[in-house]
């Protein structure tokens, strides 16, 4: 089945650029998603389709997919942006197609 | 409002069966695909099962299949999981999720419920 690999924590000072990796076997292939989820709280989509922003998400966070890995890049890192952070694809290259999430990346606003 | 409400968890012995369910309202839910999806504590999300707009195609976990089955009622907006012989592994929040209104699976999840919690423990 197919697999994504995300780091498992990312530490970033406020005002700062965070990149957070999602590794997948030609992922550049495949449209990324990704989800921001705040304790006790459930996710919310931050970029859909590799590098698109759902209405409401401000434009600091942006995507982008190539190659093996796909990246979620948030600009002028805020306190606020403190959350775990998920990738996913939808797998239709096996036998059993279906959603994939990555591990997910705990991002630390120092 | 857009809103997904889950509803039907709580604590279940190992074997048990359970029926979750997800209210749907704000939008045409016979236009989408639904998923759920679950979080174990302290873990990450998995996702656990999808349907078509018009219940016709299905996939599953592997982790699942043969014990959960997802449907869907239209006509009442709403989404289920019927959960049978249930492992202390599926003790989880599970999400309810809107996927997209295309002819394929590839839309991301734009809506999702609040959760429900699903405890299987003797």
């Known amino acids: 089945s197919y697999v994504l690999t995300q780091p498992p924590s990312v530490s970033v000072a406020p005002g700062q650029t965070a990149r957070i990796t999602c590794g997948g076997n030609n992922i550049g292939s495949k449209s990324v998603h990704w989800y921001q989820q705040k304790p006790g709280q459930a996710p919310v989509l931050v970029v859909y389709d590799d590098s698109d922003r759902p209405s409401g998400i401000p434009e600091r966070f942006s995507g982008s997919n190539s190659g093996n890995t796909a990246t979620l890049t948030i600009s002028r890192v805020e306190a606020g942006d403190e959350a775990d952070y998920y990738c996913q694809v939808w797998d239709s290259s096996s036998d059993h197609p279906g959603w994939v999430f990555g591990g997910g990346t705990k991002l630390t606003v120092l | 409002e857009v809103q997904l409400v889950e509803s039907g968890g709580g604590l279940v012995q190992p074997g048990g069966s359970l029926r979750l369910s997800c209210a749907a309202s704000?939008?045409?839910?016979?236009?989408?695909?639904m998923s759920w999806v679950r979080q174990a504590p302290g873990k990450g999300l998995e996702w656990v099962a999808n349907i078509k707009q018009d219940g016709s195609e299905k996939y599953y976990v592997d982790s699942v299949k043969g014990r959960f089955t997802i449907s869907r009622d239209n006509a009442k907006n709403s989404l289920y999981l019927q959960m049978n012989s249930l492992r202390a592994e599926d003790t989880a929040v599970y999400y309810c999720a809107r996927g997209g209104s295309g002819y394929y699976s590839r839309d991301a999840f734009d809506i999702w419920g609040q959760g429900t919690m699903v405890t299987v423990s003797s």
């Open positions: 704000g939008f045409t839910f016979s236009s989408y695909w």
